[in-house]
């Protein structure tokens, strides 16, 4: 059984009460905070395993809180919230978020995202392969790091752990789908606009760098990346 710690981060005093219950019966150990101030400092002072972030906090909401969780800190971030548009979805992820679950939802559902994002966590940490490099680009997984022209180029977790797999298979054309499972987890519950999310972001990052590369779009199949001679 796991033994990690998990920091629940909500305002709802019984919603944290009843995944508290989930996760100790589970065997994580769990703190709970329901202030967005709160959570920056109690993160700071417990180093859990994972976060589960609401968004809507007194003190900082949890955007707030996640990017500065993201600062100095690559552990993972699942937000929690009845916010359920794709533009709230698509912040959350692009802030670092690695998963987004809307309320309400079953508890049953929390603790097997919980379980895939700390598996895909753990086997990203095991990467026989630690740094891949290209032309003014290099991707090292192991300090999650991304540099462009030779300088550090602040990335959130999931858009490095993207561009890391497809550059440790260049020219490989890889589905959404396929993506999402070998990059997220097999059960992550997300949709497809989750990578697009995420390519976008990188593309921003890669605007101009070189000719001698590129993170390219197969149209209607996916994305690879491609390399030229």
């Known amino acids: ?21 989930y996760l100790e019966k589970e065997k994580y150990t769990t703190v709970i905070v ?6 920056v400092q109690t ?3 417990v180093n859990p395993d994972l976060v589960l972030l609401d968004i ?10 996640c990017r500065k969780i993201r600062n100095n800190s690559n552990v993972p971030i699942i937000m929690l919230s009845a ?3 794709t533009f709230d979805k698509c912040l959350g992820l692009e802030l670092g978020a690695d998963d987004y679950i809307s309320k309400p939802f079953e508890t049953k559902e929390v603790l097997a995202r919980i379980k895939a994002v700390l598996r895909r966590s753990a086997s990203v940490m095991t990467e026989q392969v630690n740094e891949v490099h290209y032309d003014k680009l290099s991707i090292n ?15 959130p977790p999931k858009e490095l752990e993207l561009i890391f797999h497809l550059a440790s298979n260049p020219n490989r054309v ?26 976008k972001r990188l593309r921003e990052k890669f605007e101009g760098v ?3 590369w590129e993170l390219k779009t197969v149209w209607s199949v996916g994305y690879k990346f491609e390399t030229k001679d």
């Open 174 to 199: 890889f589905t959404r789908d396929q993506l999402l499972d070998e990059v997220w987890g097999f059960d992550y519950y997300g949709d497809s606009r989750t990578v697009d999310v995420h390519v």
């Open 210 to 212: 070189s000719d001698k």
């Open 141 to 155: 997984i192991t300090n999650y790091e991304l540099k462009v022209n030779g300088v550090v180029v602040d990335t």
């Open 34 to 39: 329901n202030d967005g101030l709160e959570a």
């Open 43 to 45: 993160f700071n002072e």
């Open 1 to 21: 059984m796991a033994n990690e710690k998990i920091m629940i981060v909500d305002d709802d005093i019984n919603i944290c009460e009843l995944i508290r219950l």
């Open 56 to 65: 809507m906090l007194p003190g900082l909401d949890g955007w707030q809180v």
């Open 83 to 85: 916010k359920s548009e």
